[in-house]
């Protein structure tokens, strides 16, 4: 069996699929696994012991080749002539790990009749098509300002169809070699030290990172700190204060992607903040102290090592950095930190982490974990989300009534208006009342996966979807599922 897994964005999300690929690899041993990305995050790929061939797709030069040409047969043949090579493998599984639209459009182009698809792709038409229901669940409730817990790793396992388990985290002997060789004359003991980050969001300033190292330095005189970053974030470092501090080693901009992997093996701890470093330290088991911010979901990119901590805030500009440092110290010396902070139950888990300090409203969580897990549903104690669900469910009465009526021939040619005029309802209790956004997203995500089919499908398909709809809102209107803060609310319910 071929197998092509492919994964389009960045290193962290590469870093996040080796787990994936070695259960795979596991679960079919036999089978022969190809792996596409970009070309410019091609060394995270390349690496992966559980894969047989690496493919590399140079999307800058397409893009430029795009924009700059003036010849759109010339911009087609090239990029179909790379697209053909993939196709021609005649691969019997794509697994498409990016949910980006570039990515669905490849799996179209080189999926052949009988390839099993999982991840998004297209519709003949053109159309987004979502063929398995964890890739819906990414769709409809994964990102910043959602409520999936989840972990993106575990996520990306369930659109693979595999289970991961904890040998599936593994770095190759040689891969840490190849750090050894050149980084030979490392500290004895030291904490490796993470002080870049993909976007401005997710960085301290040089003035904490410098009053943040002076006061870890002065509290743990006998480990050093190893500074780690990329090329375009040595003018950065420069700007930090670490003058005449032997405690401190900076290669910021002198290490190569695979020199990590040794440098943070052999550290005491990573401190980073959320970056592709906190995905390697997983991989490697290595206890991680990841900060991070408003502008990420820990939850689905955090570490996964045991031990790790998630210290978190709204923003950079909320920290304290003595409490931070009194904190780093303190996991350092095996002690838990000093301030509020979330700690990893464990990698297996599908809720990874457990909340100190932290308290969101978990009502929307154990109501995705209702829908699509099939456990049990929270109980409701407001009146103002009992109201919304009470709305929603009289919406949808209204559409499964008149959905009837076209069914029974006593309404023509009016079909699915009836459908799309509830739409601008919907999506006002969806701003109005956020504990009601998991069930929107999840009707969203249903309606948007109908594909292009013959009419009286499409009219089927629409009709199950607000049948699904109207029972899960069911559990709410009309039921005991309603908390005892609301006596009055729930005595009502009792009467015929």
Same mark, same amino acid.
């Given at each position: ?144 300002n959602k409520f999936n817990r989840i972990h993106l790793t575990r996520l990306f396992a369930a659109v ?36 870049g980050g993909s976007t401005d969001n997710k960085l301290l300033s040089s003035e904490q990172w410098s ?26 470092? +420069?700007? /930090?204060? @670490? =003058?005449? &501090? ?12 695979? !020199?990590? *992997? ?77 301030? +509020?902070? /979330?700690? @990893? =139950?464990? &990698? ?12 969101? !409203?978990? *009502? ?133």
């Open positions: 069996m071929k197998i092509l897994v492919m994964q389009l964005a960045r290193l962290g999300d590469i870093f996040q699929t080796w787990p994936v690929l070695s259960s795979l690899k596991r679960n079919f041993p036999d089978s022969e696994i190809h792996y596409l990305c970009r070309t410019s995050f091609a060394e995270a790929a390349i690496n992966i012991n559980s894969c047989d061939r690496v493919w590399q797709l140079d999307v800058k030069n397409h893009l430029d080749y795009i924009f700059n040409s003036d010849n759109c047969a010339d911009v087609t043949k090239k990029i179909g002539d790379e697209l053909s090579q993939l196709a021609s493998v005649n691969f019997d599984k794509i697994i498409n790990l990016s949910f980006s639209p570039l990515s669905s459009y490849i799996t179209e182009a080189i999926s052949g009749e009988n390839t099993e698809i999982a991840g998004y792709t297209r519709h003949n038409d053109g159309s987004l098509q979502i063929p398995d229901d964890p890739s819906a669940l990414i769709y409809g409730q994964l990102g910043v693979a169809g595999v289970d991961l388990l904890e040998p599936d985290w593994k770095v190759s002997s040689d891969l840490l070699a190849e750090g050894a060789l050149r980084f030979t004359h490392l500290p004895t003991k030291y904490a490796a030290i993470h002080i009053a943040l190292l002076s006061k870890l330095s002065n509290s743990n005189p006998d480990l050093s700190f190893v500074l780690l970053g990329s090329d375009i974030e040595k003018n950065f470092s +420069d700007q /930090i204060n @670490i =003058k005449n &501090n032997n405690q401190i080693l900076n290669l910021v901009g002198e290490t190569k992607l695979n !020199d990590l *992997f040794h440098i943070i093996n052999n550290s005491k701890l990573l401190v980073a903040p959320d970056s592709s470093l906190v995905h390697i330290a997983s991989l490697l088991d290595k206890q991680t102290i990841n900060l991070s911010f408003s502008s990420v979901n820990f939850w689905e990119t955090g570490p996964l090592a045991k031990n790790s901590y998630v210290l978190w805030k709204r923003s950079p500009a909320e920290i304290n950095v003595e409490v931070l440092a009194n904190s780093i110290s303190n996991i350092i010396s095996g002690k838990p930190p000093v301030t +509020d902070h /979330i700690t @990893i =139950k464990s &990698n297996s888990n599908m809720e990874a982490y457990e909340l100190i300090g932290y308290s969101p !409203d978990s *009502f929307q969580w154990n109501l995705i974990k209702a829908i699509y897990l099939g456990e049990e549903f929270p109980i409701l104690d407001k009146m103002n989300v009992f109201t919304a669900f009470k709305q929603l469910a009289e919406l949808t009465d209204m559409v499964l009534r008149d959905l009837e009526m076209v069914r029974n021939g006593q309404f023509q040619n009016i079909q699915l208006e009836i459908v799309n005029n509830v739409d601008q309802l919907i999506n006002t209790l969806e701003k109005l009342i956020p504990e009601v956004r998991p069930v929107i997203w999840w009707l969203n995500t249903e309606r948007l996966r109908i594909g292009p089919w013959e009419d009286q499908v499409v009219f089927d398909r629409n009709y199950d979807i607000f049948n699904q709809l109207r029972a899960l809102l069911s559990v709410y209107v009309g039921t005991t599922l309603l908390s005892q803060q609301l006596p009055g609310l729930t005595k009502s319910m009792e009467q015929p």
